[in-house]
């Protein structure tokens, strides 16, 4: 049974995971951590991080960038293994996630669904394959009409799991409005549509001459960001100092 503080736990992710864990008899949440609560979950929630001594084996984070540095100070004291999901962290807090990471053992990713992380490492295998055969590589995603960044960070992610097969020969290509010329062949066209509620599309297409394949990951609801990390914490759990990502969790799968 992994022990989990959940850190951020009032908000949608958190919620999410709160419910996920209930149905999952290889997890507790034994804590949560956040500046608001009205008492709604069945775990002592803390307001301020400092008060929460909990005993657990990881802590999962779904919060804000301006809570980042206290919580990666807090688990270092604490050697605490971190499932880090938050995004938008500053090139300082980056520095200071590798720099916490010498002493205990953290996990960030910008997508913690299992699917899109399988999903890279089949890309990698793909590419070798079809990209070295002169096939050319786009990618098209597509997100609800609030979602303000265009592409999304996981298009660009499945870009750079390609590109960095391929010995990072490729560039990006994100309008071609404004040229009349034909794509290179090193060159991922990267596009992305805004509508409605789509929670989230990612297709990559490799065309070649006289035949196209595509990989496609669709997401439903958020709660596979949420399955994932709590994969993700069972997998921290007891590991040493390190920089860990999901391509890690998918590797003892
Ligand atoms: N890595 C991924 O796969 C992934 C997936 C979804 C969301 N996210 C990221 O996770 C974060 C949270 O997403 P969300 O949709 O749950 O947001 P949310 O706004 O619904 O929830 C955030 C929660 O954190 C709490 N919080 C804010 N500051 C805090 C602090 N200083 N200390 C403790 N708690 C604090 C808030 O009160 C709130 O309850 C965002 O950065 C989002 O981009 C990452």
Do not use: W
């Not at 803390?46 to 990666?72: G, H, P, R, W």
């Not at 807090?93 to 205990?104: C, G, S, Y």
């Amino acid at each position: 049974m992994v022990k989990i503080i959940m850190h951020g736990c009032n908000g949608h992710m958190g919620q999410v995971i709160s419910g996920l864990v209930e149905k999952d008899p290889d997890a507790e949440i034994v804590a949560g951590i956040d500046v608001a609560d009205q008492g709604k979950n069945s775990y002592p929630v803390y307001t301020n991080m400092e008060e929460c001594q909990v005993e657990a084996d990881a802590l999962i984070d779904f919060s804000s960038a301006k809570a980042t540095d206290a919580l990666l100070a807090y688990c270092e004291k604490r050697h605490l293994p971190v499932v880090l999901c938050t995004t938008g962290l500053s090139e300082e807090q980056l520095a200071k996630v590798e720099e916490t990471a010498r002493n205990v053992a953290v996990l960030k990713s910008a997508n913690m669904s299992l699917g899109i992380n399988t999903l890279m490492k089949l890309l990698q295998d793909a590419a070798k394959v079809l990209a070295t055969a002169g096939f050319d590589i786009e990618v098209v995603e597509k997100h609800h009409r609030l979602k303000l960044d265009a592409p999304s960070g996981t298009a660009l992610a499945l870009a750079d799991s390609i590109n960095e097969a391929m010995d990072n020969q490729y560039h990006y290509t994100y309008d071609r409005s404004q040229r009349r010329q034909m794509r290179d062949d090193k060159e991922i066209g990267i596009s992305a549509v805004r509508g409605g509620t789509i929670v989230g599309e990612h297709e990559v297409i490799f065309a070649g001459p006289d035949e196209v394949i595509e990989f496609k990951h669709t997401a439903y609801s958020k709660a596979v960001f949420g399955k994932g990390a709590i994969e993700a914490a069972k997998f921290l759990a007891g590991k040493p100092a390190g920089k860990y990502d999901m391509s890690d969790v998918i590797s003892t799968k």
